[in-house]
């Protein structure tokens, strides 16, 4: 098969890298606004030529789009406009309601697959690829009823190479989900850092006393503003309730502790301690 | 060296294993309130024998306090007493004026070394212990000036065993500098795990949605609160102080999405990726 990538950059160049690996993808054209990505990426065999939007699209069996989430929603549209009813479109977004709302109407809309692979880094760009990145992560694949049965096919064919358990949902429900579990945890860890680089004017002693926790704790304030930025804005509503949320929690551990209200303050950390459970 | 570990959980348990690989202990014997500690931690050769109390301090050229701080401060005048001007006695909390300040008159002060190793995971007990836990994290010791020479000359030896770097504080700005970096991380993430626990009634859906990001972002919210409430309470006022400086923080992001200020919303990242250059 195939295979042009628009975006050359850490999801797009793992799932290249991959489809590539396991012989899913004969070909793959890179498609990128970024010379000096597609220069990287085929240095680093993720692409086997580099191509511009219309010629890359049009010799493809199937298109991914693997940009921030704006750009995918722009250009959506006249991806599936160059594309004929064999191709197949998928994207790897973040967001999932804006997307699928700017192409609902589209003659083309059932060539389209939302897909979101629940993996990402701190990191970007070609460089930053790795073959086995997905394994064993979850793969949501929204509106399904939306799109041709043989497109779907070929995207859960590609859920499964990337060894990613497919989940089904609608847009709608999982931008709020993802807003819950990853979204939010983006916030916070973007606070936390600028709390810290507010609090503590001594860079040095940052860099000396970090522990593990809190380095776990503040890796993605690493994430570009790039990709976050456009994930935020198309899923304002569901962030900022659950963001209201997060700062209501917080409130919780002030209040117990300017009241010294300790058993109080143990119960909610009793109640945090669950996600254990739930997470292993 | 004969050690006296009181607490052989996470932290003492990875000492002793550390200290016995290097031959630094001879022997080792193991104080702790629960029998079932002391029966692991013999079963996993952590300790040599187990004793009570008072017989385990006097047998000791070394005491190691690893309990929660609360505990270390009330235990730590009765070792001294118990203790004569050729033992050391360290401690390896997570506070430290509370404890300096404890023993400030006690006439064998200078026999006590303040000791915080920067370590730590989510997980308790001598099950959780492994030898090379500490390697290449700083160790702070605070106020010097106050203990003996050979007994600091002691800890200092410990801290190169564990390869763990030094760094000198008086103990008022090690508590000041921890709630800074280390002790709102935890709050942070035990606010972040309820915070999902409250919105995300479907527990499955967590499990199935659960990506990295969000695991690493949530991992200290597993931390007990047996050992969290007692540092949270030695360390109010300095906690505080920072928990109000990151619902601020997180005030910001919300005014950001609320007003679509998204050049606003754009620097609140920027900012938060210096902690990139700082912790690389």
Redesign the interface.
Known sequence: MKIAIIGTGLIGGSIALKLREKDFASHIIGIDKSEKHLEDALLLKIIDEKSDFENGIKNADLVIISIPVDASRKILPSVLDLIDRKQTVMDVGSTKSGIVNSIKNHPKRDRFVAFHP?????NSGPESAKTDSFSG??A?ICDQENSAEDALKTVEKITEILEM?P?YMNAADHDI??A???H?????????????????RE?D?????????????????????EM??PI??QN?EN?????????S??????SA??K?N?QY??E?????????G??E
Chains 1, 2 share one sequence.
């Open positions: 629940m993996w990402g880094t701190e992560k979850a949501v358990h989940i989900h993802t819950y579990i990853s939010i945890s983006h916030i916070t860890s973007y606070a936390l850092a600028n709390t810290v680089l507010e609090k503590e860079e002693t940052i860099f000396q006393l970090a522990s593990s926790g809190f380095s776990s704790t503040v890796r993605l304030a690493k994430s570009h503003p976050w930025v935020f804005k304002k962030v900022l309730d659950v963001l209201n949320e997060h700062i929690q917080l409130r919780k551990f002030k502790l300017e010294e300790y303050l143990e909610l950390i009793r109640n945090a301690n669950k996600i254990r739930i997470l």
